[in-house]
């Protein structure tokens, strides 16, 4: 099998591009999260500490009078990612549990099967005196 076929067997099927689409979805709603946690959620939390902006916070350890950069660490943007990802993980933990909700649902909806009709009834009466003289 050429390479060209096996590639193109590989990205046809249903999983890989499920896959896919599941990672650009994924992408935009971190994007949507960050923005969510960056512009509405720390400027209020910032003003009740204090008028203190998140983002900004850091602790220089060397500054920067001539070419050499400064060496920063930011610890602020490492706040805001901790919570932009503990948002994220409720809401994914929320979503998987309404799903879980829903199938057990759908398990306990499944009706249970029909009675036997009369004629398998006594088909299975008439099995099962034969299997006694035996």
Do not use: C, H, W
């Not at 070419?67 to 990802?85: E, H, L, M, N, S």
Request: hydrophobic share 50%; no cysteine; glycine share 8%.
């Amino acid at each position: 099998m050429s390479m060209l076929k096996e590639f193109k067997e590989f990205a046809v099927k249903g999983n890989v591009i499920d896959m896919a689409v599941g990672i650009i979805i994924g992408v935009a709603f971190g994007k949507i999260v960050s923005s969510v946690v960056s512009d509405v959620i720390m400027p209020p939390i910032g003003l009740i500490i204090g008028g203190i902006e998140f983002s900004k916070l850091s602790l220089i350890l060397k500054g920067a009078p001539g070419d050499p950069a400064a060496v920063v660490i930011a610890y602020g943007k490492f706040i805001q990612t901790v919570v932009d990802f503990t948002i994220v993980a409720f809401v994914i933990f929320m979503l998987v549990k309404a799903i879980n909700t829903l199938k057990r649902k759908e398990e306990k909806a499944v009706p249970p099967p029909p009675a036997p009709s009369k004629e398998e009834a006594l088909l299975a009466e008439i099995r099962d005196i034969i299997k006694e003289k035996r």
